[in-house]
């Protein structure tokens, strides 16, 4: 039995959402934007454990918004 992986925060998808929206973005023009790969991006959007933190600090500068907005403390 694997042990549960427990984090101290979650990813703002609602706001990554919002962004591909107002930019008429679909998951894979903002995977290319990002240099995700399409994997990744859905990873991202299901608020896995398995994102790399500099995703994030990617994901961050080209929204430009600061990391703290990408990033949210968890409620756990």
Request: hydrophobic share 45%; with cysteine.
């Amino acid at each position: 039995m694997s042990p549960k992986i427990r984090r101290a925060f979650v990813i703002n998808v609602k706001l990554i959402e919002e962004y591909m929206k107002k930019h008429n973005l679909t998951k894979e023009s903002f995977a290319k934007l990002c240099r995700f790969t399409l994997e990744e991006v859905d990873l991202i959007l299901k608020n896995s454990v398995r994102v790399p933190l500099y995703q994030l600090v990617r994901i961050s500068k080209i929204m430009q918004v600061k990391f703290e907005n990408v990033v949210l403390p968890s409620t756990e």
